[in-house]
C-alpha cells in the first residue's frame, strides 16, 4: 500500500538547491513519515537521511554538510533540503514512513521523485 507521498522533485544545475517534502497520503493516524533514500541507475537503494522521534538525525557521509532533514509537526511532513547539488545526487528518492495503529510493524514507500542534477 502507498501511504506516503514525496514532492518536489525536479532538475537543477550543480551547485544549486531542491526541497522534497513528504506527507501521509491519506493521514497522519496511519503514518509517520521516519526519512529519505534515493536510488541512482544501476545502484542499489540507499539511505540519504532520516529522523527519528527525538529528533536525532543521521546523514549519508555524501550528503553531510549539503542536505538538511527536519519535521514539519503541524503539517505532518518530513522535509529534505538539498543545496549544493552535485551530478551524483541523481536519482529517484523516496520517503519511508513508519505505518501506525493497524498499519503497525512495517514501513510504506512513497512511489519516488525524480531529482536530476545537469548542467
Known amino acids: 500500500q502507498v501511504l506516503v507521498a514525496e514532492s518536489g522533485g525536479g532538475t537543477v544545475q550543480p551547485g544549486g538547491s531542491l526541497r522534497l517534502s513528504c506527507r501521509p497520503a491519506?493521514?497522519?493516524?496511519?503514518?509517520?513519515?521516519m526519512g529519505w533514500y534515493r536510488q541512482a541507475p544501476g545502484k542499489e537503494r540507499e539511505l540519504v537521511a532520516d529522523?527519528?522521534?527525538?529528533?536525532?538525525?543521521k546523514y549519508a557521509e555524501a550528503v553531510k554538510g549539503r542536505f538538511t532533514i527536519s519535521r514539519d509537526y503541524h503539517k505532518s511532513t518530513l522535509d529534505l533540503e538539498m543545496s549544493n547539488m552535485k551530478p551524483e545526487d541523481t536519482a529517484v528518492y523516496y520517503c519511508?514512513?513508519?505505518?501506525?495503529?493497524?498499519?503497525?510493524?512495517?514501513?510504506?514507500w512513497g512511489q519516488g521523485t525524480q531529482v536530476t542534477v545537469s548542467s
Open positions: 491519506r493521514s497522519e493516524t496511519e503514518v509517520t513519515i
Open positions: 519511508y514512513g513508519r505505518g501506525l495503529r493497524r498499519f503497525r510493524g512495517r514501513d510504506y
Open positions: 529522523m527519528d522521534s527525538i529528533g536525532n538525525k
